[in-house]
């Protein structure tokens, strides 16, 4: 299993998506402290919001295609089965590469912003509460990328449309997180509870401080829909499980 991915890792040192990927994570950061006059929490908050869920989910996901695509692309599926290894194997491998991705984005974003706070003498307050909500973050995108990436494998058809998907899901999640149709719900069967991207900022906006009137009221009105991370860790990594299991079951039918 180290073998195998490690061998998954070596297709990113061919592909230069997975260099602009990692530099992407310097984006936000950089921007802000040039921009904005902001303070420890704001940074890392930018990191985890527009670094995350802007950037990192679609990189995800073409990664993903990455990962699906190269050994149809090349013909060398047929030989890893040979070895044996079984189609489930590959597929949690790649799920454990996209993860290690996804955590190491964040971090990368996370260190980013915490070495400008230090350069510009910004306090860095709550430091570890910053650093597990960024590690945690980097987890639950993650999970939320996976049901975009379970299309991807599906299609199995190229690039092009890989990225159109992308393009529509991340758009369709950023925008209802927007929406207090949505994001004010009880915890249920409905979009406020089972769509990824709604159920992370439920959990993650009871961390952030609001400053000025539209911030306090915001915060005052959408404070009963918070949720504990026990319910947001739960929902997002059952629905990860139920996701890894139909990419199981697709790549199983898929002929070699």
């Not at 590690?135 to 990436?149: D, K, N, R, S, V």
């Not at 494998?153 to 990225?163: A, Q, R, T």
């Not at 900022?201 to 949720?227: C, E």
Request: proline fraction near 4%; charged fraction near 10%; glycine fraction near 4%.
């Amino acid at each position: 299993m180290r073998n195998l991915l490690l061998s998954e890792f070596t297709k990113f040192k061919r592909k230069k998506i997975f260099i602009f990927g990692i530099l992407a994570a310097l984006i936000f950061p950089i921007f802000n402290s040039i921009l904005l006059e902001a303070n420890y929490e704001d940074i890392q908050s930018t990191v985890r919001e527009y670094s995350g869920f802007i950037l990192l989910m679609p990189i995800l996901i073409v990664l993903a295609s990455v990962l699906f695509f190269s050994e149809q692309d090349n013909d060398t599926l047929k030989n890893l089965l040979s070895i044996p290894i079984s189609k489930m194997q590959l597929v949690f491998v790649k799920m454990i590469v996209l993860l290690l991705f996804s955590i190491f984005f964040q971090l990368i974003g996370f260190i980013t912003g915490t070495v400008i706070a230090a350069i510009q003498n910004i306090p860095l307050n709550d430091f570890f509460l910053q650093f597990n909500l960024t590690l945690a973050t980097g987890i639950l995108l993650w999970a939320a990328a996976l049901p975009c990436i379970v299309l991807v494998v599906w299609f199995n058809k190229s690039y092009i449309l890989s990225v159109i998907i992308v393009f529509f899901y991340t758009m369709l999640n950023y925008i209802m997180h927007f929406s207090d149709g949505v994001l004010r719900q009880p915890l249920g069967f409905n979009a406020g509870t089972l769509m990824p991207i709604p159920m992370i900022f439920r959990w993650l906006y009871q961390f952030y401080t609001p400053i000025g009137d539209i911030q306090i009221q915001f915060y005052n009105r959408f404070s009963p829909y918070f949720v504990p991370a026990a319910v947001c860790f739960g929902v997002l990594l059952l629905e990860a499980a139920v996701c890894i299991c139909l990419m199981i079951c697709i790549y199983r039918r898929r002929e070699i």
